[in-house]
């Protein structure tokens, strides 16, 4: 898929792990010398605002949007190859904003970076279907869990009226030991499976730290499955420091969805192999530096329970 560099995250239903999703293969990808960046495209809830400790007076893509400032202006560096685009927080900002604008950012960043992320809202609203048509292609994130996956079947109809492709499917929260088949719901969506992230108590700890959970805890199970995902998005090679297990292809357990506590961590380093193994650009991410918390407050608040 390395011919896709802009990616929608996206979910039906919230708390499902879509910005976390977002944040982590954004980190990964980065990680391994790609340019990214990740933009928050929930213009209502500005789930990524925590990426950058804002001013009340700091330009965010609500000021973009509004005509007010350009992309560059909004674009914070966070750390080495990875900036942050971030919405504001304030309602009447959101009220002048004109989604439309969002075509152009897109573009603009595309021209810039190796990889661009939409952190799209959940939901159904204007705002939200239109990154989807924008995007190369859509990645639906969700739970096993039966309203989840009810909802993603919504987005799924939304991408498609909206003119765009879904990728496939990357459920959270996975267990080992579940007798539901992972790939029998990506079947029923008719959309494939791209990866399972298996449930890691990591996972809750990275977002209190306020780092993402594959610098948190990158030999956990967890990052591990991201960095996997992270990989065959992008057709690179990543380095993992965890073992992973040969699984069966029932669905109850894919390549990224591992069974395995800290203490079964191998100390060895082994890769993350998706074809190519392209390199990127050793230029650093453009952006102003940002005074950060790491990663997001406020993805805290969006998805604690992620």
Do not use: C, W
């Not at 040969?246 to 669905?251: H, K, L, N, Q, T």
């Amino acid at each position: 898929m390395s011919h896709e560099t802009v990616y929608a995250i996206a979910s039906g239903k919230g708390g499902v792990g879509k910005t976390t999703t977002t944040v982590n293969l954004g980190t990964a990808l980065a990680e391994a010398g790609e340019r990214v960046a990740v933009v928050d495209a929930d213009l209502g809830m500005a789930n990524l605002a925590g990426f950058v400790s804002l001013s009340p007076d700091s330009t965010t893509l609500h000021d973009v949007l509004s005509g007010g400032a350009s992309i560059d202006d909004a674009t914070y560096r966070i750390t080495e190859n990875i900036v942050a685009v971030p919405s504001g927080t304030s309602l009447d900002e959101y009220a002048d904003t004109s989604p439309e604008g969002l075509s152009d950012v897109v573009a603009e960043l595309r021209d810039q970076f190796d990889y661009v992320f939409l952190d799209v809202g959940a939901g159904v609203s204007h705002e939200t279907v239109l990154p989807l048509g924008l995007a190369d292609a859509v990645i639906l994130v969700s739970t096993p869990e039966p309203a989840a996956i009810h909802d993603s079947k919504k987005t799924l109809e939304l991408t498609e009226r909206a003119g765009g492709a879904v990728a496939g499917l990357v459920l959270t929260r996975t267990r080992p030991d579940s007798d539901v088949s992972y790939d029998e719901i990506a079947a029923r969506l008719e959309t494939p499976l791209l990866g399972t992230i298996p449930e890691d108590p990591g996972a809750r700890e990275s977002v209190y730290a306020g780092t993402p959970l594959v610098v948190y805890r990158p030999d956990g199970p967890a990052a591990t499955a991201y960095k996997r995902l992270a990989a065959d998005l992008a057709g690179i090679e990543i380095p993992t420091t965890a073992t992973e297990p040969s699984v069966e292809s029932d669905g109850d357990q894919s390549p990224g969805d591992i069974d395995q506590s800290d203490d079964d961590i191998d100390p060895d380093t082994d890769t993350v192999d998706s074809s190519d193994g392209s390199t990127a650009d050793d230029d650093d991410s453009g952006g102003r530096e940002a005074a950060h918390d790491d990663v997001s407050s406020a993805i805290t608040e969006a998805e604690s329970d992620s």
